[in-house]
């Protein structure tokens, strides 16, 4: 198993820092390896702590009387250079419980009000966006939306459109736009199960 030696910091910025690693692989060899994370620290790395607090939560939402539709962002990212369909998301603030946070990132990226199902914990339990270049992970928060949609909780440097899915337009954007990974799994529930949260089934308490 490989190992590491050192960890040192390179970036100091609010919201995501770049680490370098010093490391001995698996056959011995040195060599060396680059994490982006959200910890304002080395020794706040999950790295060094072991344990997995979700930085950030993803939300599923139903929307509609109905609920036949999704509640989707289109959003543009400075990392692909355009947009890309998205789950509403962002980060947990310290001390915040990550459904709290769910309710309040949905309200501000798209004006709607959530309300969370409580399901068992294995489908919540944050799990790793990209490991292989940052140790950030999510939590999912499944829910029913309700309310009406506005843009004007947004941040200055967030260009989000809001968009409400019918399941025909949810295979539309599967087959023509750019979509998240996490987004395009859960869509693919959206357009197999009758039931959006059929997969849940039994689990609701």
């Given at each position: 198993m490989g190992?590491?030696?050192k960890?040192?910091q390179?970036?100091?910025?609010?919201?995501?820092?770049l680490y370098?690693?010093?490391?001995?692989?698996?056959?011995?060899?040195?060599?060396?390896?680059?994490?982006?994370?959200?910890?304002?620290?080395?020794?706040?790395?999950?790295?060094?702590?072991?344990?997995?607090?979700?930085d950030?939560?993803?939300?599923?939402s139903?929307?509609?009387?109905k609920?036949?539709?999704?509640?989707l962002?289109r959003?543009y990212?400075?990392?692909?250079?355009?947009?890309?369909?998205?789950?509403?998301?962002?980060l947990?603030?310290?001390?915040?419980?990550?459904r709290?946070?769910?309710?309040?990132?949905?309200?501000?990226e798209?004006?709607?009000?959530?309300?969370p199902?409580t399901?068992?914990?294995?489908?919540?339990r944050?799990?790793?966006?990209?490991?292989?270049m940052?140790?950030?992970s999510?939590?999912?928060?499944?829910g029913?939306?309700?309310?009406?949609?506005t843009?004007?909780?947004q941040?200055?440097?967030e260009?989000?459109?809001i968009?409400?899915?019918?399941?025909r337009?949810a295979?539309?954007?599967?087959?023509?736009?750019?979509?998240?990974?996490?987004?395009a799994?859960?869509?693919m529930?959206?357009?197999?199960?009758?039931?959006?949260f059929?997969?849940?089934?039994?689990?609701?308490k």
């Amino acid at each position: 198993m490989g190992k590491i030696n050192k960890v040192i910091q390179r970036t100091h910025t609010p919201y995501v820092n770049l680490y370098e690693l010093e490391i001995t692989n698996k056959t011995g060899a040195q060599g060396r390896y680059y994490v982006a994370s959200r910890a304002k620290s080395a020794d706040a790395l999950k790295l060094s702590t072991g344990e997995n607090v979700p930085d950030g939560v993803i939300i599923y939402s139903i929307y509609g009387e109905k609920r036949d539709q999704v509640v989707l962002v289109r959003q543009y990212r400075y990392s692909i250079g355009g947009y890309i369909y998205e789950f509403p998301a962002g980060l947990v603030e310290p001390g915040e419980d990550y459904r709290e946070a769910a309710v309040r990132e949905l309200k501000e990226e798209t004006g709607l009000t959530l309300a969370p199902l409580t399901v068992d914990e294995m489908f919540e339990r944050p799990g790793f966006t990209t490991v292989g270049m940052t140790d950030e992970s999510c939590a999912t928060v499944y829910g029913y939306a309700s309310g009406q949609v506005t843009c004007q909780g947004q941040e200055d440097s967030e260009e989000i459109e809001i968009v409400l899915a019918d399941r025909r337009e949810a295979a539309r954007i599967l087959k023509e736009e750019r979509v998240a990974i996490m987004c395009a799994y859960m869509l693919m529930h959206f357009l197999g199960d009758e039931d959006p949260f059929g997969f849940l089934s039994g689990t609701e308490k």
